[in-house]
């Protein structure tokens, strides 16, 4: 991992270091990069000595020369690197009257005006171009920018030395070419240079791409990195120019299957879904179950001897026997849900008078009463009276200690509500 740190840092460092040269103006000829970098040299040396000043005075951040020199910064230094001859004469000219009005009229007449004489005068451009007679901060950042700027004039001086000479030396070799009087060829030179320098920015920011793309995804597989390597190399699966993109098809591989999982189990869901919905369909608005049975003797007799009726006889004579599944939650029984014989899911019959206007209710009990306990809001509390409710948690069975009394009524056979079915839990 440091290992690949140093070459990130290395490659970084190329690319802003071809950026930078990248950014440099054409210039023509010897003369252009005196103008160019004396002016611009000017201009950064007024800045370093601001920040010598400050360092050594006692100003606070909020001070007015502290505000002149962040605003002196912003606007003609912060992208001087990005700015050609025309760009850097045009803040020449305005530099004077902004330290007049930013608090650095000092600054204006004892440095920034004798570097421009000693410009206008051509002279040598070299350390004693750029001295000074103060010692604030002890010129720590003046001596720093004088040495950076006379590198980078001296830098683009050598380049027109040695084109110089190439073209002497063409000229003695073909005395019959005549000298190019607007000296186009080091503009040439600068353009071959340039594209170089970006190639080089190219090939080097491609590179770091790639290791650091590299690096983060094997840090993001830290697990499953030998997984996939391993499964790329015994399998003999397609081969790629670099391994992490075979581990990321790998990735997108599982990705896709996974996704088949998930969806299976979505239709598993759906399908599971539909079987609930057909059994719910099996009850009818009011929560009774309808349930389609089969004639099985051996059970309907099973479940008949199981009950246990304890029937109070009244006055009326009984004609016809109906049997329901379980009431409506206002304690009535629907005359169409009625059934002529005992079903595995009915709990009550009724049994009508001659005239068919009155009957008895009964509860059956039998092996499903557990159910009706379950859900004795449905089952039990719209006809019946519970003696020991208290009970319900422990109990097992229903035992009807006496019958309750219906009336007929449009399509219905309602609850007489003073004469419920009385039950008891056990």
């Given at each position: 991992?440091?290992?690949?740190?140093?070459?990130?840092?290395?490659?970084?460092?190329?690319v802003?270091?071809?950026?930078?040269?990248?950014g440099?103006?054409i210039?023509?000829?010897?003369?252009?990069?005196?103008?160019?970098?004396?002016?611009?040299?000017?201009?950064?040396?007024?800045?370093?000595?601001?920040?010598?000043?400050?360092?050594?005075?006692?100003?606070?951040k909020d001070?007015?020369?502290?505000?002149?020199?962040?605003?002196?910064?912003?606007?003609?230094?912060?992208?001087?690197?990005?700015?050609?001859?025309?760009?850097?004469?045009?803040?020449?000219?305005?530099?004077?009257?902004?330290?007049?009005n930013?608090?650095?009229?000092?600054?204006g007449?004892?440095?920034?005006?004798p570097?421009?004489?000693?410009?206008?005068?051509?002279?040598?451009?070299?350390?004693?171009?750029?001295?000074v007679?103060t010692?604030?901060?002890?010129?720590?950042?003046?001596?720093?920018?004088?040495?950076s700027?006379?590198?980078?004039?001296?830098?683009?001086?050598?380049?027109?030395?040695?084109?110089?000479?190439?073209?002497?030396?063409g000229?003695?070799n073909?005395?019959g070419?005549?000298?190019?009087?607007?000296?186009?060829k080091?503009?040439?030179?600068?353009?071959?240079?340039?594209?170089?320098?970006?190639?080089?920015?190219?090939i080097?920011?491609?590179?770091?791409?790639?290791m650091y793309?590299k690096?983060?995804?094997?840090s993001?597989?830290?697990t499953e990195r030998?997984?996939?390597s391993?499964?790329l190399?015994?399998?003999g699966e397609?081969?790629?120019?670099?391994k992490?993109?075979?581990?990321?098809?790998k990735?997108?591989?599982?990705?896709?299957?996974?996704?088949?999982?998930?969806?299976?189990?979505?239709?598993?869901i759906?399908?599971?879904?539909?079987?609930?919905?057909?059994?719910?369909?099996?009850?009818?608005?009011?929560?009774?179950?309808?349930?389609?049975?089969?004639?099985?003797?051996?059970?309907?007799?099973?479940?008949?001897?199981?009950?246990?009726?304890?029937?109070?006889?009244?006055?009326?004579?009984?004609?016809?026997?109906?049997?329901?599944?379980?009431?409506?939650?206002?304690g009535?029984?629907k005359?169409?849900?009625?059934?002529?014989?005992k079903?595995?899911?009915?709990?009550?019959k009724?049994?009508?008078?001659?005239?068919n206007?009155?009957?008895?209710?009964?509860?059956?009990?039998?092996?499903?009463?557990?159910?009706a306990?379950?859900?004795?809001?449905?089952y039990?509390?719209?006809?019946?009276e519970?003696?020991?409710?208290?009970?319900?948690?422990?109990?097992?069975?229903?035992?009807?200690?006496k019958?309750?009394?219906?009336?007929?009524?449009?399509?219905?056979?309602?609850?007489?509500?003073?004469?419920?079915?009385?039950?008891?839990?056990?």
């Open positions: 991992m440091k290992t690949r740190s140093k070459y990130a840092v290395t490659l970084l460092f190329w802003l270091l071809s950026s930078t040269l990248c440099r103006p210039l023509k000829d010897s003369t252009e990069v005196y103008n160019y970098w004396a002016k611009r040299g000017i201009i950064e040396m007024v800045y370093s000595y601001m920040q010598d000043y400050l360092a050594t005075v006692d100003t606070t001070s007015k020369e502290s505000k002149g020199a962040k605003a002196f910064r912003s606007n003609f230094i912060t992208d001087i690197d990005d700015k050609g001859i025309t760009e850097i004469e045009k803040d020449f000219l305005e530099i004077y009257q902004f330290l007049i930013n608090n650095w009229k000092s600054t007449n004892k440095i920034f005006q570097l421009i004489e000693k410009s206008n005068q051509h002279s040598s451009f070299d350390e004693q171009f750029f001295s007679s010692t604030y901060n002890g010129n720590k950042n003046w001596n720093a920018k004088r040495k700027i006379l590198k980078e004039c001296d830098f683009d001086l050598k380049k027109f030395k040695k084109q110089s000479k190439a073209e002497q030396g000229l003695r073909n005395p070419v005549a000298e190019n009087p607007d000296n186009t080091p503009t040439s030179m600068n353009q071959i240079d340039k594209f170089l320098y970006f190639l080089v920015g190219l080097a920011g491609g590179l770091l791409i790639i793309s690096d983060r995804i094997y993001i597989l830290s030998n997984v996939y391993e499964s190399i015994k399998y397609k081969k790629y120019l670099f992490y993109i075979g581990i990321v098809a990735l997108k591989e599982r990705k896709d299957d996974k996704k088949k999982e998930i969806c299976n189990l979505k239709n598993e759906n399908q599971l879904k539909s079987e609930i919905e057909k059994a719910n369909n099996k009850y009818d608005g009011s929560g009774k179950e309808l349930i389609d049975t089969k004639d099985d003797e051996t059970l309907e007799k099973k479940t008949v001897s199981n009950v246990t009726e304890w029937e109070v006889v009244t006055e009326i004579d009984s004609t016809e026997t109906i049997y329901f599944t379980i009431p409506e939650s206002d009535s029984f005359i169409i849900n009625g059934k002529k014989s079903e595995l899911d009915c709990f009550y009724i049994e009508t008078d001659k005239n206007q009155k009957g008895r209710l009964f509860f059956i009990s039998g092996d499903y009463d557990l159910r306990l379950d859900n004795i809001d449905y039990l509390n719209p006809v019946c519970i003696e020991n409710i208290s009970d319900r948690s422990h109990a097992k069975e229903i035992i009807m200690i019958n309750g009394t219906v009336v007929f009524s449009g399509d219905n056979w309602n609850i007489d509500a003073k004469n419920k079915v009385k039950i008891k839990l056990k």
